[in-house]
């Protein structure tokens, strides 16, 4: 029981002091709204995905699926005819270009007699028109309202598309209102509809299941080699991996925040009990027992965390909002199409926000309330006791601090285990990082106080040893904001330049040629490649067939290639010699890209079993390639093993070399000779590295946004840790100002003591900085995707974050500056 | 089996079609928009483009057990009561709807591109354990997923099937299967010929020209075969009905809808009659039927010789309605006084046409078994 004298003894401190209340609520709630803005952002983006591919999966379980990415029609009637299967719903889709605004839509052929248990809210959709019309006529287009806006369409209109290499005339026959954003894209057709439009009379592209776990033998014995049985579930994890790499980024990024969070609620609360060090000192000298003190910080310390993380849900949601329209944004050009509109306030991160304000609280107030509580009664009463505690623990702190870091490299590195692993060694570097940096004040203040500094400076250098217990945490919260903006650019820095470099040696033909529909599966004129062979200029050729299929539930890309010389210097081999690894490919190994390798735990020398048409066969790894163009895999099949395995001589794309044209001359001349180019995409690989770089650029934009925002918590946290200091040193302000010093200087003495702390912080950001840099290039990028990269330091970031730490230090000690020299010195000299 | 949902598809729009299952009784009885009852689905008119069913015609068989699409609307009707060999009762009924869309052949090359739908229903009704159950099918007329072919005869909606032999339709084997329920029957053609109904199978069904349909049934088919009700098979016999009708007709604007009765009395006489209903639920005069004897010779029944009249009712949970599921069916001239009573109140079809389609007892001057469809209650 906490006694109602102490707890009421709380509550009217609390009340008299409304600064230090407002500045441990401040901490407390910028703690949880960072925390709950990121990730209401990230569950917003996640969720809008989830519903839109709810909304094209529906309910089904299984999903039917050919390896050449389509289901022979006759399949599907033999299983349609076939008494006690279970529910199953033909689809046909594909991508198609709305010609007038270059907008790329998906293409949704359904057959609205078998959609009932899948896509409810889809059949829905299909159910109002005019069945006859839907059924018997083959250009009836349902869209949803915000899609026909976006096309300048409506009811009755005409909608031209391109889509399977030829222009399609369509007429809307419903604009259905926009309930769900999932449809915004969406081009609803009936199935026949969408077979002619996409150029598939034979086939359809899968076949949604509603199966019970014990019908799956059943279904599986009615599969040809060719077909396989996809677990929806899985497939759509599949899909969500998609953006892995992008939620790893805000994933790190609100814990950043969190622990940042954590620091300021740390300051707020130990402040809050330093300052009573008196009133607990004479409690204790007239008998109040330790343990009944401890339990009156608690309390109060609940209720702080109370209030704080119920501000800070607020402040999240607002901040979230922004974030989100953000998050969407990159979202939305680089992977699927979401829409901020369906965000809804998830409860997860709102709990999760309010758990670790709560818990942040107290956590962070359990080691000075045990001072409070603990210690005698005499020396309660003097503050210099506790600072010259704090000074003792320093170093021990900072011997702990090395440690915990060391073995945060050794877990990151060493420890086997997935990207959890990665990330626990990084928090782990992180603690220690931060435990180490208040011991670093006496240090730079030793240093100080050997340089010929004067006035003002030479005051506050004096001044930072003696307020090591509360700038310490306040430094430490800087300095891992400073540390992970460093550690982020870094990261970003070397996977540009890993990315560039990659680019740069594989795009080295002049002139690529593949179909306008190529991400589809469309393929090349088979008599293209013969004809491009014959024109002069062209020196080499090296010819790809690239196929996307499941293997063990996650996407595998398969390239059966033709490659020529100059195409195979583009390829870094991981572990064996270039001669080794293609010797091996012409004698038909594959090989396969380091992503691949980590997740099969295959390398050179070993075998890889593949499925096709013709059933399972089995390869020879000759090689691993360096590759970041998936972080599900890639392969490389020599391309007679292809033909052979998948019955198909067809390809997908051309790369071209020429050693007499530049790539754009070389582009007219293929145009001029051979009349199928026409209908064809034909880029300069300058464009292709162009295109790629800024998808890169795009991705990070965000990374940039949450590295301010971690950082303007942080400026708040030094700001309030400034704020309480002075609050405690209006008496010593006092004093200075009766003895002549001036307001300006007593303002510049705090802006003094300020930036040196943001000089202790910055330095030691750019050790940590580069040490989480190494981690999370090396250790996290690795463990999460399968790929590695070198490290790219720069002095740039380095040099930029001295700066930001010292700007930032200097901004948050303006507002306390300035109210402290305009305070009227006299009541505080009389005071006590 | 008249006017049965001449045209009930025709007005079909999208809406209900899906394939959804019903929704649950305890829902909200007034809604129920996916669901319209039969007769508002006959407000629309077919294409101009097909054939209608004008005159008398020259039936040719085995091709008229086959399709007819230049007709809007054709199907194919099974029903009838059945029971184990220790005398446990089924009713099933088996209904294949075919449903030109459009007249004509399809524009464009995709084969999944059809003018001609089928509808199934499907339903036992468990006697015993009071409970009807009842599924509802579709497909496009395309790629082999549904169709008819008459040598063989082979009409088929996925894996529900009607097959007769390369001699003739009989025996015809039934196989339609659903999540609950299934069924695998073989019926013989039994005894009794084939009855043409109406003007020599040229039913008037209202005044206007044209209204009216090609019509003949199979009254008495001795039926054996099995049926599932959930896991369970019951090795079953008794005998079927098979009605079919092909026309492009709608019902005329003042009628709502109709009360159609098809018994076997055990004497081995079937009796078939049906009640035209105008709006006020009056019986019209283009009510008709048949008395087929034991040997096939046959009696038509119109208004000036039958007697019809509701004495029962009961409300659906599900959609609302009250349908008339007790009724005396009299034929005074030939001693027949029938009291008929539904052996399961709630047969009701609320599917994407809902109807009352179910089995029924006969008692009174005669005993015997049979079925009973309305439509049009609201």
Redesign the interface.
């Known amino acids: 029981m906490v006694s109602p004298l102490l707890l009421r003894a709380g509550i009217t401190y609390q009340l008299r002091h409304p600064w230090q209340a407002f500045l441990a609520l401040l901490g407390i709630s910028m703690g949880v709204a960072v925390v709950i803005a990121v990730d209401l952002a990230n569950s917003a983006a996640k969720a809008s995905f989830e519903l839109s591919a709810e909304q094209v999966r529906g309910a089904a379980t299984h999903r039917v699926t050919g390896l050449d990415g389509r289901v022979p029609l006759n399949w599907y009637r033999d299983y349609f005819t076939t008494p006690n299967l279970p529910p199953a719903a033909p689809v046909v889709s594909g991508r198609a270009l709305h010609v007038a605004s270059d907008m790329s839509l998906q293409l949704l052929g359904l057959d609205i007699f078998q959609e009932g248990p899948f896509r409810g809210e889809l059949g829905e959709t299909l159910a109002a028109g005019d069945l006859r019309d839907w059924l018997a006529m083959p250009d009836q287009l349902i869209l949803s309202a915000s899609a026909a806006q976006a096309l300048g369409t409506g009811p009755g209109e005409t909608v031209r598309l391109r889509a399977g290499g030829r222009l399609h005339a369509l007429r809307v026959a419903h604009v259905h209102p926009d309930d769900s954003s999932a449809s915004r894209d969406l081009l609803l057709v009936d199935i026949a509809t969408a077979q002619s439009l996409l150029g598939m009379p034979g086939h359809i592209s899968y076949v949604d299941i509603l199966a019970r776990p014990e019908q799956l033998p059943r279904l599986r014995e009615r599969l040809p080699p060719s077909l396989r049985l996809v677990d929806i579930a899985q497939q759509t994890e599949g899909t969500l991996n998609l953006s892995a790499a992008f939620e790893l980024n805000l994933t790190a990024m609100s814990l950043l925040a969190m622990l940042v969070g954590l620091f300021l609620i740390y300051n707020a609360m130990s402040f809050s009990i330093v300052q009573r060090r008196n009133l607990f000192g004479r409690l204790r000298a007239v008998g109040t027992r330790a343990a009944e003190i401890y339990r009156v910080v608690l309390a109060e310390a609940l209720v702080l965390g109370a209030v704080g993380s119920l501000l800070g849900v607020l402040l999240g949601i607002l901040l979230g909002q922004g974030l989100a329209q953000l998050v969407a944004g990159t979202v939305n050009e680089l992977y699927y199409r979401v829409a901020v509109e369906a965000q809804q306030l998830s409860p997860l991160p709102l709990l999760k926000g309010v758990a670790l304000g709560m818990l942040g609280t107290l956590l962070a107030t359990l080691i000075p309330a045990r001072q409070a509580a603990t210690t005698p009664p005499v020396s309660t009463l003097s503050r210099a006791s506790l600072e010259h505690q704090t000074m003792r623990w320093l170093p021990r702190l900072a011997l702990l601090g090395g440690a915990i870091a060391t073995a945060g490299l050794l877990i990151a590195f060493v420890l086997p285990g997935g990207l959890p692993v990665g990330l626990v060694g990084l928090f782990a570097l992180i603690l220690g990082m931060l435990l180490i940096t208040p011991a670093c004040i006496p240090l730079f203040q030793r240093l100080l106080e050997r340089t010929p500094l004067k006035g003002t400076w030479r005051l506050a250098v004096r001044d930072l040893n003696r307020h090591v217990s509360r700038l310490g945490t306040a430094a430490a919260a800087l300095m891992l904001a400073l540390a992970a903006a460093v550690s982020v650019a870094v990261m970003v820095e070397s996977m540009r330049t890993a990315v560039s470099d990659w680019l740069n040696a594989l795009l080295n033909a002049d002139l690529y040629i593949a179909t306008q529909d190529f991400a589809q599966g469309a393929t090349l004129p088979d008599s293209l490649p013969t004809q491009v062979a014959q024109l002069q200029a062209v020196t080499a050729i090296s010819l790809y067939r690239s196929r996307k299929f499941d293997l063990d539930g996650r996407p595998l890309t398969l390239i059966g290639a033709d490659l020529a010389q100059p195409s195979r210097q583009g390829f870094r081999f991981v572990d064996v010699a270039p001669a080794q690894a293609w010797a091996a490919y012409d004698r038909g190994a594959v090989l396969i890209s380091e992503p691949l390798a980590n997740r099969l735990g295959s390398a050179a020398g070993g075998r890889i079993v593949l499925p096709s048409p013709s059933g399972e066969r089995s390869y020879a790894v000759g090689g691993v390639f360096r590759d970041f163009a998936s972080e599900h895999g890639r392969l490389f099949m020599p391309w007679r093993s292809y033909q052979e395995a998948w019955r198909d001589r067809s390809s997908t794309t051309l790369a071209l070399f020429s050693e007499t044209l530049a790539p754009g001359q070389l582009k007219q001349q293929v145009l001029r000779s051979v009349p199928a180019a026409a209908n064809l995409l034909l880029t300069e690989a300058g464009v292709v590295y162009q295109e790629s770089m800024a998808v890169f650029e795009r991705t990070f934009r965000i990374t940039n946004v949450l590295r301010w925002l971690s950082l303007g918590v942080a400026i708040v946290g030094i700001l309030s840790a400034l704020m309480a200091i002075q609050l405690q040193r209006r008496k010593e302000f006092a004093v200075l100002r009766a003895l002549g010093m001036t307001r300006g200087q007593l303002a510049a003495l705090i802006v003094a003591e300020s930036v040196l702390l943001g000089a202790v912080a910055a330095l030691m950001s750019v050790p940590t900085g580069i040490l989480m840099a190494w981690v999370l290039t090396e250790a996290v990028q690795f463990r999460a995707f399968g790929w590695t990269m070198p490290l790219t330091l720069e002095l740039t970031p380095q040099l930029l974050n001295l700066g930001l730490g010292l700007l930032a230090a200097a901004l948050a000690a303006l507002y306390p500056a300035w109210s402290a020299s305009r305070s009227d010195p006299a009541p505080h000299l009389r005071e006590d | 089996m008249v006017l049965r949902g001449i045209l009930l598809l025709l007005g079909?729009?999208?809406?209900?079609?899906?394939?959804?299952?019903p929704p649950d009784a305890t829902q909200d009885t007034g809604r129920d928009t996916?669901r319209v009852s039969v007769s508002e689905r006959m407000a629309a008119q077919p294409?101009p483009g097909f054939k209608r069913a004008d005159r008398p015609r020259e039936f040719d068989f085995p091709a008229d057990h086959g399709a007819h699409p230049e007709y809007a609307t054709e199907w194919w009707y099974f029903t009838g009561n059945l029971a184990t060999q220790d005398g446990r009762p089924f009713g099933y009924q088996l209904t294949l709807f075919r449903v030109g869309?459009?007249a004509g052949m399809?524009?464009?090359?995709?084969?999944?591109?059809?003018?001609q739908?089928y509808m199934g229903h499907l339903a036992i009704t468990d006697i015993r354990e009071q409970r009807h159950h009842s599924q509802e099918?579709?497909?496009?007329a395309?790629?082999?997923?549904a169709g008819a072919r008459t040598v063989p005869l082979r009409v088929?909606l996925?894996?529900w099937?009607i097959s007769g032999q390369a001699t003739g339709p009989f025996p015809l084997r039934l196989?339609a299967?659903a999540e609950d329920i299934?069924i695998d029957l073989t019926l013989q053609p039994g005894d009794k010929p084939r009855v043409l109904q109406g003007d020599a199978g040229w039913s008037q069904k209202s005044a206007a020209p044209g209204n009216a349909s090609y019509y003949y049934s199979h009254t008495r088919l001795p039926t054996s075969g099995r049926l599932r009700v959930g896991d369970a098979w019951y090795q079953v016999s008794g005998n079927s009905w098979l009605d079919r009708e092909w026309s492009s007709s709608a019902l005329g604007p003042d009628q709502a809808g109709w009360d159609w009765f098809a018994l076997h009395l055990q004497d081995g006489r079937d009796l078939m009659f049906y009640r035209m209903r105008g709006k006020q639920g009056e019986a019209q005069s283009f009510s008709q039927g048949v008395l087929v004897d034991q040997h096939g010779e046959t009696l038509k029944l119109d208004l000036d010789n039958t007697r019809l009249s509701p004495n029962q009712h009961w409300q659906s949970d599900a959609s609302g309605v009250r349908y008339p599921v007790g009724w005396r069916l009299q034929v005074p001239g030939k001693g027949i006084d029938l009291q008929i009573d539904a052996r399961v109140a709630d047969q009701e079809m609320n599917h994407s046409v809902r109807y009352w389609e179910g089995a029924v007892a006969v008692s009174g001057s005669h005993r015997g078994v049979g079925y009973l469809e309305m439509s049009g209650y609201q």
Do not use: Q
């Not at chain 2, 079909?12 to 299952?21: E, F, M, N």
């Not at chain 2, 395309?142 to 997923?145: E, T």
């Open positions: 079909l729009s999208l809406a209900g079609c899906d394939g959804s299952p996916g294409d869309l459009a399809p524009a464009g090359d995709a084969p999944l591109r059809s003018t739908m099918r579709f497909s496009r395309a790629a082999g997923l088929w996925g894996s099937a196989r299967d299934e």
